[in-house]
C-alpha cells in the first residue's frame, strides 16, 4: 500500500522559510516523478514543482526561484524548500507520485499525501 506522508508546515512570517517533507512507504521515491502541488481556499490546486527520475526538476511560475525541489533516496523522501515566503503562498501543500501524463496536471497523478497546511502572515 502506497502512502505519502507531507509535514513541516506551519505560520510563518512573509519573507521566512520552510522545508516540506514527502516521506514515502510502498514505492521508491527514484523510480517515480514526484510533484508538489497547493491548494489554496476557494482555488484550484495549482502546480508547484515536480522532481523527475533523473532529477531533472522543473517549478511552477509562481514558486520560480524561491522553492527548491530535492530527494534523499536514502531516506525515500523528497522536500520542498520554501523561500522567500509571500502571503499568497497560504495554501495547504501536498506531494503526489506517479503521474500518468503532463506532470503539471494534477488529475493525472496516481498517488497523493493528506497535504500539509502553510499559512504566511503580513
Known amino acids: 500500500q502506497v502512502q505519502l506522508v507531507e509535514s513541516g508546515g506551519g505560520l510563518v512570517q512573509a519573507g521566512g522559510s520552510l522545508r516540506l517533507s514527502c516521506a514515502a512507504s510502498?514505492?521508491?521515491?527514484?523510480?517515480?516523478?514526484m510533484g508538489w502541488f497547493r491548494q489554496a481556499p476557494g482555488k484550484e490546486r495549482e502546480f508547484v514543482g515536480v522532481?523527475?527520475?533523473?532529477?531533472?526538476?522543473y517549478y511552477g511560475d509562481s514558486v520560480k526561484g524561491r522553492f527548491t525541489i530535492s530527494r534523499d533516496n536514502a531516506k525515500n523522501t523528497v522536500f520542498l524548500q520554501m523561500n522567500s515566503l509571500k502571503p499568497e503562498d497560504t495554501a495547504v501543500y501536498y506531494c503526489a507520485a506517479d503521474p500518468s501524463d503532463s506532470y503539471r496536471d494534477p488529475e493525472t497523478y496516481t498517488y497523493w499525501g493528506r497535504g500539509t497546511q502553510v499559512t504566511v502572515s503580513s
Open positions: 522532481i523527475g527520475m533523473n532529477e531533472g526538476v
Open positions: 510502498g514505492l521508491i521515491v527514484r523510480t517515480f516523478p
